[in-house]
C-alpha cells in the first residue's frame, strides 16, 4: 500500500530558484493538504483542496502555489525560494474533511533548505 | 499566533511512570485529532473527538475531549519506551481546515 508518495525526500535551493514538490496518494481521497513543519511551531496549513479542480489558502499560503487537476495529485510549487522557506513539508490526504474530522494520511515528507 | 496551545513542550519520564499532556485554545472546534509522529516520519493519527466531554481509550492511552470543545488531553499509562515521540493535537473546523499544535516531544526512558 503506497498511501501518500511525496517526491523529493530532500533537496537544497539557491534563493530565487524554483521548484515543484511532489505529492501523490492512491487511497482515491478527496481531500488533500500541504503543511510545512518548524521547530516549536508545530504543522501550519500552506494550502488545500477539498476535490479535483478546487484549491484554497490555508495559513501560510504566500510564495506557493498549488494545483489540483487529478483527484490523486497535488504539486506545491515554490515560485521563487527564500530562506525562510527553509522546512520540511507534508502532504496530507483525506476522504473528506466535513467537521475537519477527516483522518490525514501524512507522507514522509520533504526537507527543503534554501541557502 | 498558534490557534492551540500543547503544554509541556518537553516531557522526559521513567519507564512505569503516568503521564499527561494537555491540548488548549480559546476557539471551539468541531473535533479533536492526536497524532503521533517519529523522527523522519510524518504524523499517523492516533484518536479523533467529536463530542463535547468524550472520553475515548485506546490501551494505555485516554483521551478526553472538554466538554465546550476548546481542550482535550491525552493521558498514558505506565509509559513504555515505544511511546516515546512527538504528540500533535489538531483541532477541525466547518471550513476544512485542520490546525495544528506545536507539538509535545516524550521520552519514555528504559
Known amino acids: 500500500n503506497a498511501g501518500v508518495t511525496q517526491t523529493p525526500k530532500f533537496q537544497v535551493l539557491k534563493t530565487g530558484q524554483s521548484m515543484t514538490l511532489q505529492c501523490a496518494q492512491d487511497?482515491?481521497?478527496?481531500?488533500m493538504s500541504w503543511y510545512r513543519q518548524d521547530p516549536g511551531m508545530g504543522l501550519r496549513l500552506i494550502h488545500y483542496?477539498?476535490?479535483?479542480?478546487?484549491?484554497d489558502q490555508g495559513e501560510v499560503p504566500n510564495g506557493y502555489n498549488v494545483s489540483r487537476s487529478t483527484t490523486e495529485d497535488f504539486p506545491l510549487r515554490l515560485l521563487s525560494a527564500a530562506p525562510s522557506q527553509t522546512s520540511v513539508y507534508f502532504c496530507?490526504?483525506?476522504?473528506?474533511?466535513?467537521?475537519?474530522?477527516?483522518?490525514?494520511?501524512f507522507g514522509n515528507g520533504t526537507r527543503l533548505t534554501v541557502t | 499566533t498558534q490557534l492551540l496551545e500543547q503544554s509541556p513542550q518537553f516531557l522526559s519520564i521513567q519507564e512505569g511512570e503516568n503521564l499527561t499532556v494537555y491540548c488548549n485554545s480559546s476557539?471551539?472546534?468541531?473535533?479533536l485529532q492526536w497524532y503521533r509522529q517519529e523522527p523522519g516520519e510524518g504524523p499517523v493519527l492516533l484518536v479523533t473527538?467529536?463530542?463535547?466531554?468524550e472520553v475515548k481509550k485506546l490501551k494505555r492511552l485516554t483521551f478526553q475531549f472538554g466538554d465546550a470543545r476548546k481542550d482535550s488531553s491525552l493521558h498514558i499509562t505506565a509509559a513504555q519506551p515505544g511511546d516515546t515521540g512527538l504528540y500533535l493535537c489538531?483541532?477541525?473546523?466547518?471550513?476544512?481546515?485542520?490546525?495544528f499544535g506545536a507539538g509535545t516531544t516524550v521520552t519514555v526512558r528504559a
Open positions: 476557539s471551539v472546534f468541531s473535533s
Open positions: 487511497m482515491n481521497h478527496e481531500y
Open positions: 473527538v467529536v463530542t463535547g466531554g
Open positions: 489538531a483541532g477541525g473546523t466547518y471550513d476544512y481546515k485542520l490546525s
Open positions: 483542496s477539498v476535490g479535483a479542480g478546487i484549491t
Open positions: 496530507a490526504s483525506s476522504r473528506s474533511q466535513i467537521r475537519g474530522s477527516g483522518p490525514l494520511h
